[in-house]
């Protein structure tokens, strides 16, 4: 077999083998929480973020984590203010929660901007399945939500 023909078939070996990417990991806040800009009680305190609110996974140090918020923001929280329930922010001015998942499905309730829905079942086909705080769970478009 000549170099580059063994060459190629171990790139394509090492190919087939490869781990897939890690997917993206999100929590959500378990608490009214203090993001703050460095992993130290000392760092400068940023703003408090509400129960719920359901942050991006960046870094995990020690016992703090780096998220990024929904508008892009990068801070620490600490790790006992996250929680492993999942939940998604509504990025749509108003969306409707629909009682399938079809555009002309019976409408549930409306929400608006920056609403906190729990998640309820993983995305599929362009929509996903949430649940109201009062227990209507139904399903939006995942264009109109943050945090999956």
Same mark, same amino acid.
């Given at each position: 077999?000549?170099?580059?023909?063994?060459? /190629?078939?171990?790139?394509?070996?090492? @190919?087939? &083998?490869?781990?897939?990417?890690?997917?993206?990991?999100?929590?959500?806040?378990?608490?009214?929480?203090?993001?703050?800009? @460095?992993?130290?009680?000392?760092?400068?305190?940023?703003?408090?973020? !509400?129960?719920?609110?359901?942050? +991006?996974?960046?870094?995990? /140090?020690? $016992? *703090?984590?780096?998220?990024?918020?929904?508008?892009?923001?990068?801070? *620490?929280? #600490?790790? &006992?203010?996250?929680?492993?329930?999942? @939940?998604?922010?509504? %990025?749509? +001015?108003? !969306?409707?929660? $629909?009682?399938?998942? +079809?555009?002309?499905?019976?409408?549930?309730?409306? %929400?608006?901007?920056?609403?906190?829905?729990? /998640?309820?079942? #993983?995305?599929? $086909?362009? *929509?996903? #399945? =949430?649940?109201? #705080?009062?227990? @209507?769970?139904?399903?939006?478009? =995942?264009?109109?939500? *943050?945090?999956?």
């Amino acid at each position: 077999m000549s170099p580059f023909l063994r060459t /190629l078939c171990l790139a394509a070996a090492l @190919t087939a &083998t490869a781990a897939p990417a890690a997917a993206i990991e999100y929590r959500s806040v378990s608490e009214p929480a203090i993001l703050f800009d @460095t992993p130290s009680d000392q760092g400068k305190r940023l703003f408090i973020v !509400a129960p719920g609110t359901p942050v +991006e996974v960046v870094v995990v /140090l020690d $016992r *703090w984590v780096k998220v990024r918020d929904s508008g892009g923001a990068i801070t *620490w929280i #600490q790790s &006992t203010a996250l929680a492993p329930k999942r @939940t998604v922010m509504v %990025t749509a +001015e108003r !969306a409707v929660v $629909r009682a399938a998942p +079809e555009a002309e499905a019976a409408p549930l309730f409306e %929400t608006v901007r920056d609403a906190v829905l729990e /998640l309820a079942g #993983q995305p599929a $086909r362009g *929509w996903v #399945q =949430v649940r109201h #705080q009062d227990g @209507t769970t139904g399903f939006l478009r =995942v264009s109109e939500v *943050w945090g999956l």
